[in-house]
């Protein structure tokens, strides 16, 4: 965990979990606004076909434009899909519903794993940090996220079947490490809706970090109704009401993952 200069490129995050529902979209788009909102240049990139992200952070669906899905089949570049959003140094490159079928349309393509790596060769002046939103699934999607990324950071709600779901997905990242990503790490795992008066929360939680140790962040995401009200405003929570218990979560999981990126000293300003 070197710090980098700045012409190394951005740092490529793939916020993953085969499991739906657990905060990958969540945790993509705040984490993405606190860094950005702490001066880094973020570039988030929506794999979900779901497109959470995309309509997170106010984007209108109907919009007319080309998407991850015409950069993954070779028809436009990286670029020419990133929109600005609200949030200052803040930008996105919107997912499509046609992404649900590229991953039927790739299987016979040259390259399939490599495609999103590629792409973002063409970005490596422009960004700080780099963060995929993954689908809920293990698929030629997550796999070229994980080509594409320096490390990986596992979303992971604490209840019963947790652990069996991260070690199917460590075995994967450890696959796509062997095969085609030699330098692939964890960045680590964050809990997400953490309620901390549910005991079977604590259970899964020490489990989990006697499992992964430091690599379990000490800031956990609680569960918080602003959270989830936030995304039907079109806005990170951070925005939405920066004050609220998850907002703050985020503002210390961003200051975490950049001292663990950068060494000690990166800024934490906007924590209440
Ligand atoms: P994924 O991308 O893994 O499918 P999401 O980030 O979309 O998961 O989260 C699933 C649902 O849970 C969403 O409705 C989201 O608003 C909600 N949610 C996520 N994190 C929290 C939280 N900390 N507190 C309350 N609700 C949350
Ligand atoms: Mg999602």
């Known amino acids: ?26 945790t993509a788009v705040n984490l993405a606004t606190a860094l950005a909102a702490c001066g880094k240049r ?5 794999l979900d076909p779901q497109g959470n992200a995309s309509t997170g952070v106010g984007l209108d669906w109907r919009r007319r434009g080309p998407t991850i899905y015409e950069t993954l089949l070779g028809a436009t570049s990286l670029r020419d899909c990133i929109v600005e959003t609200p949030v200052p140094n ?3 490159v919107p997912s499509s519903v046609d992404l649900s079928g590229a991953e039927i349309e790739l299987v016979a393509a ?28 293990l698929g030629l999607l997550t796999v070229n996220a994980l080509v594409a990324a320096d490390a990986v950071l596992v979303p992971l709600q604490a209840e019963f079947y947790a652990l069996e779901g991260l070690s ?9 490490r062997r095969a085609l ?18 005991n ?30 936030a995304p039907s405003h079109g806005k990170p929570v951070l925005l939405y009401d920066l004050n609220c218990a ?27």
Do not use: F
Request: with cysteine.
């Open 90 to 92: 803040m930008s996105i």
């Open 1 to 26: 965990l070197t710090s980098r200069a700045p012409h190394d490129g951005p740092r490529v995050l793939a916020i993953a979990n085969q499991k739906g529902g657990v905060g990958k979209t969540t």
């Open 168 to 176: 199917h997905l460590l075995r994967t990242i450890e696959r796509v």
């Open 110 to 137: 040259d390259r399939r794993d490599t495609r999103l790596q590629e792409a973002l060769q063409q970005e490596r002046e422009r960004w700080d940090y780099v963060l995929i939103d993954c689908p809920p699934a």
């Open 200 to 229: 079977l929360c604590d259970l899964v939680a020490k489990d989990v970090r006697s499992y992964l140790g430091d690599r379990v962040y000490r800031t956990v995401i609680p569960r918080n109704v602003r959270v989830s009200e």
């Open 246 to 272: 998850g907002a703050q979560a985020y503002v210390h999981l961003a200051g975490e993952i950049l001292r663990r990126e950068e060494g000690e000293g990166a800024t934490t300003a906007l924590a209440s």
């Open 42 to 46: 973020v570039l988030i990139i929506d």
């Open 181 to 198: 990503n030699p330098t692939l790490t964890l960045q680590g795992v964050v809990l997400t809706m953490y309620d901390r008066r549910n």
